[in-house]
């Protein structure tokens, strides 16, 4: 997988300063004292109301319910099977758009909290990632299509479905946790004959199981009543038969890896 963890990290830390920077607005519009007269009194005042609110204590135990969205990394690799095992497939990294929902219950015990996620994400818009035949049958190490140069090989993670236990400890006002376990895909494959008019054949989709593996940041805002995150995920899906019904004999197995990088949303019910 050629994702750019460097990328990932700008995206993070930006994050971070909006979402502490939005936070800071927030108070600051709801104390007058800060926007008063500029005495050092008002000033040292309105300090110690933030610093105050942003510590204050918070209980993460309950259920939780939120909106996600950012970016998702995903590429495919495999052959033919069974038909031309000795013709490969793959699909470069592709950088896709993605939203969804997601909900669990956390416990919280001292400076520690566990508890269970799941969760569902959609790409948004034409999320095709492809790559041009090389009219050899390539296989791994070496990836390629191996179709003829005139056909290309293409795949689309369409909606991403997990669910795991997550551990959190907590840093200030942050939580810091892991989270993995079961992830499913349905993942769509075809090829685009480039001829008039270009023309798509074994067109076929899959559901894929696998499993993922992550981690993130919460951050209560607005009193608790809202809170506002970035959580990175790592999905492998396992080998899968693709059957076209147009050109049987080009069925494929395919397995697919991805990388999600989201903002989020989350509302919790209750403590």
Known sequence: MRFRFWKAG?????????????????????????WGMGTTQNIDDAARNLYASYNKPFNWSGFYFGVNGGGLWNETAGNFCP???????????????????????????????????GGWSVTLGDS?????????????????????????????????????PRVGILWGPWQIYATGGYAGANI???SMAFIV????????RAFHNGWYAGGGADLPAF????????????????????LP??????STRIKSDADALTLRLTIKTGG
């Open 10 to 34: 700008i995206f993070a830390l930006i994050a971070n300063l909006f979402v502490f920077g939005g936070a800071l607005v927030a108070h600051a519009q709801s104390s007058p004292s800060l």
């Open 83 to 117: 038909d031309n095992c000795d013709l490969g497939w793959a699909t470069r990294t592709k950088v896709s758009s993605i939203a969804g929902l997601h909900a669990g219950f956390l416990m919280q015990s001292g400076m520690y909290v566990y508890g269970l996620e």
């Open 128 to 164: 095709y990632s492809s790559s041009m035949g090389n009219n050899t049958g390539q296989l791994p190490p070496i990836l390629g299509c191996g179709l003829n140069v005139i056909h290309d090989c293409e795949a689309q993670t369409k909606d991403i479905y997990y669910v795991g």
């Open 188 to 190: 769509e494959t075809r």
């Open 197 to 204: 008019p270009p023309t798509v054949i074994i067109d076929s």
């Open 223 to 242: 009193n608790g009543n809202l809170i506002v995150g970035i959580d990175y995920k790592h999905y492998v899906f396992n080998s899968t038969a693709h």
């Open 245 to 250: 019904t147009d050109i049987p004999t080009l």
